[in-house]
């Protein structure tokens, strides 16, 4: 079963950490997404099956990263220095359908059921 499974999530205060993992079975191509209220979902970061590859929104590069363990199944987002407008509801996407990168929410074809991460200033 693909269905990813997220975990990790909750509040921090401003310039502080938080690890999201995603576990999934299966050595796909996966993303993270986020969505605040009122606002499309959007990629913030992505992985290739093999981890050799990845991708990161401007807005979270040099603050957020996104790997992989592939003999557990599954990724891993780490965030640091966060800030306010990071707060969203953060989704797990898995790409089935190609092992490279994905960019946009439709090339995602397995969601995991969402998690909240909120960020006091």
């Known amino acids: 079963q693909v269905q990813p499974v997220e975990s990790g999530g909750g509040l921090v205060q401003a310039g502080g950490s938080l690890r999201l993992s995603c576990a999934a079975s299966?050595?796909?191509?996966m993303g993270w997404f986020r969505q605040a209220p009122g606002k499309e979902r959007d990629v913030v970061a992505a992985?290739?099956?093999?981890?050799?590859?990845?991708y990161y929104v401007d807005s979270v590069k040099g603050r957020f990263t996104i790997s992989r363990d592939n003999t557990k199944n599954t990724v891993y987002l780490q965030m640091n220095s966060l800030k306010s407008e990071d707060t969203a509801v953060y989704y797990c996407?898995?790409?089935?359908?190609?092992?490279?990168?994905?960019?946009?929410?439709?090339?995602?074809?397995?969601w995991g059921q969402g998690i909240q991460v909120t960020v006091s200033s």
């Open positions: 996407g898995v790409r089935t359908t190609d092992y490279e990168l994905g960019f946009t929410r439709r090339e995602y074809n397995y």
């Open positions: 299966g050595r796909y191509a």
């Open positions: 992985i290739n099956w093999n981890g050799n590859g990845v």
